[in-house]
């Protein structure tokens, strides 16, 4: 049985946030795809951050009132610290 139709979802995103409290960074980026999500993790993994700096979540998705299903974001988010300029360019190599 096939799902309903896709609506157009808007463009991938990637913000960067100073932590007052910690003075750490925090980085961040919207996907609409869950294999670019993941293929992000897996880089991030691979040079070295870990779970505990990692976070990845779901969020969003709905059916608008024509009963299309528009697909929410995923986000991926980085606890990256000195290490926030390159958590961000390997969330953005996609």
Same mark, same amino acid.
Do not use: C, N, W
């Given at each position: 049985?096939?799902?309903?139709?896709?609506?157009?979802?808007?463009?991938?995103?990637? =913000? /960067?946030?100073?932590?007052?409290?910690? @003075?750490?960074? /925090?980085? /961040?980026? =919207?996907?609409?795809?869950?294999? @670019?999500?993941?293929?992000?993790?897996?880089?991030?993994?691979? /040079?070295?951050?870990?779970?505990? @700096?990692?976070?990845?979540?779901? !969020?969003?998705? !709905?059916?608008?009132?024509?009963?299309?299903?528009?697909?929410?974001?995923?986000?991926?988010?980085?606890?990256?610290?000195?290490?926030?300029?390159?958590?961000?360019?390997?969330?953005?190599?996609?």
């Amino acid at each position: 049985m096939p799902g309903a139709p896709l609506a157009v979802v808007p463009g991938m995103t990637t =913000d /960067r946030e100073h932590i007052e409290a910690t @003075q750490g960074e /925090r980085v /961040r980026r =919207d996907y609409r795809d869950r294999r @670019q999500a993941e293929g992000a993790v897996e880089r991030l993994k691979a /040079r070295g951050f870990g779970d505990d @700096q990692i976070t990845m979540s779901t !969020h969003g998705g !709905h059916t608008d009132d024509s009963g299309v299903f528009v697909p929410g974001g995923i986000e991926v988010i980085v606890t990256a610290d000195e290490r926030a300029s390159e958590a961000e360019r390997i969330l953005a190599a996609d």
